[in-house]
């Protein structure tokens, strides 16, 4: 990356001397993004976020296919990125519809195909959920989507650097992953778009990236994701296989260390039925290095600050803010109340987590979890005998929640 920020500055679309290294590189990390994937090089769009790979997907799609209709179907629990995208959509005459998910994050084949109408002009579904960890069975929904004739995206974020990840055998037609899924650096990312594929770009005013993505690329961004791509592309069962253990070591001891904790999206079978009994039940596969768990009657937040404070960094399924106190929307659609919802945790596992970090935080959470139960008025109900969780005649959990809060 340095080389092009120091010296070999040139713009990748100049046709003088300085322009000839940045090209190579362009075309060099085009082709080791991927392989990664197993894609065609030219199939690669850059972009510089995920986020950004997911609007040029949704937009781009309905945009170049009002001809045929304006419906797209989405699982309830995509990114916001998508979400987003899809409303601001409606203003153009765009109808959606979102797939309920089962208890474990999942989307049935049955109920995405109930969805899709004649009209529908793209399906997107993510492939592994970045809250709760849930691997779908993308081969097998697009494969769905493909006998209605309907296109269909993915969202990789999550997948990309923990799984393998095969888009010609996943049978896609688009796929979003950005250079931070493989260590890479931010302000860079890719959308997969299978040969033959109509899109229309959203960026205008260049020619970059064969017309999909104006503007000057990012050339020390995306040689960084490039290089990433490639040592992922080496490392990655070394690192998902110690990954697995050190989050199957929260899944097996956690449960003996606390109480009234609970897993949500695939509790991996070598944890054992007594660690994950309290959890939902489910045959679907998890990412690598991923825990999610609801410690009962804590504040998602106040955890996270706790922990931090103990040397360990982990999120909270809540996007809950002092101005909103929304819980999290995949929590909501899983089926969690809203008040469970904002007690959760999400732990992820990377290539330099120790044996020694996963027992920092399995020493560190009993006793913050017991400190903040004293504080807690749903602990303080639920030591009286009475259900916690229950709402008022005429209130909803969010109600509840902000009078607790205040």
Known sequence: MLTFLNEDFGSPSS??????????????ARTQVAALINSRP????????????????????????????????ASATEHVSVLEAL???????????????????????DKL?????????????????????TIQNIKELAALARRYRVPFHSDGTAAVGR???????????????????????????ALYLKRGTRIQSLIEGGFQEKNRRAGTEDVAAIAGFGAAAAVTKAKLPEWSATMTKLAQRIFKEL???????????????????ESAKDSVASR????????????????????????????????????????????SHVLLAMGLPHTKAQSSLVLTMGKDTTDADVTLFLEKLPPIAARL???SPLYAKFKKGEDPYAVKPGETCEDEHQAEHE
């Open 113 to 133: 195909a109930a969805a899709i109408k004649t009209e529908t002009v793209l399906v997107s579904v993510m492939h592994a959920n970045y809250e709760v960890g």
């Open 284 to 327: 679907a596969k998890r990412i690598p290095g991923h825990v999610s768990v609801v410690v009962e009657f804590v504040e998602g937040e106040a955890m996270l600050l706790f922990l931090d404070d103990g040397g360990i960094a982990a999120a909270s399924g809540s996007s809950c803010s002092a101005k909103t106190l929304k819980a």
């Open 255 to 273: 449960p003996g260390k606390l109480d009234h904790v609970l897993f949500t999206g695939p509790v991996p079978p070598e944890t054992g039925p």
């Open 373 to 375: 139960r004293e504080i």
């Open 87 to 109: 409303k601001s959509l409606c203003v153009l005459g765009l109808e959606y519809d979102l797939v309920p998910v089962e208890p474990d994050g999942t989307v049935h084949p």
């Open 15 to 28: 046709m003088h001397r300085f322009g000839t290294r940045p090209r190579a590189a362009l075309d060099d």
């Open 42 to 73: 030219d199939d690669i769009v850059f972009t510089a976020s995920a986020s950004e790979s997911n609007n040029l997907a949704i937009k781009g799609f309905a945009l170049a296919h009002r001809d045929k209709g304006m419906h797209i179907v």
């Open 163 to 189: 799984i393998p990840v095969d888009v010609a055998d996943l049978g896609v037609d688009a796929y979003t992953f950005p250079a931070m899924s493989v260590y890479g650096p931010k302000g860079a990312a």
